[in-house]
């Protein structure tokens, strides 16, 4: 089965850094596309990044040049550094993943991670 598990949300000042973490389980890692999407309260879902098999990354054009996608196929492990952290970016963050990129692109991955906080104050 299945198993995505984020972690590294929390609560900081805008200007600040994070990282969250995803560390998945049950699947063949790289055959699997895999990204991140948030949530914030009152709003659609909406994705933030996603990376290809081959290494390619794809970011939401606010996120550009502050956030960064990447993985650690040794540890199974997708990450998320986010720099330079505004108000707007408060949301909840998920990991997901999927066999088929459009669907992942699209934002209807068969595998969705529980979701970490993140919580930027002006």
């Known amino acids: 089965q299945v198993q995505l598990v984020e972690s590294g949300g929390g609560s900081v000042q805008a200007g600040g850094s994070l990282r969250l973490s995803c560390v998945a389980s049950g699947y063949t890692y790289s055959n699997y596309y895999i990204g991140w999407f948030r949530q914030a309260p009152g709003k659609e879902r909406e994705r933030v990044a996603v990376i290809d098999s081959n290494g390619s990354t794809s970011y939401k054009d606010s996120v550009k040049g502050r956030f960064t996608i990447s993985k650690d196929g040794a540890k199974n492990t997708l990450y998320l550094q986010m720099n330079s952290l505004k108000p707007e970016d408060t949301a909840m963050y998920y990991c997901?993943?999927?066999?088929?990129?459009?669907?992942?692109?699209?934002?209807?991955?068969?595998?969705w991670g529980q979701g970490t906080q993140v919580t930027v104050s002006s």
């Open positions: 997901a993943a999927d066999l088929n990129y459009a669907r992942l692109w699209l934002g209807y991955p068969n595998y």
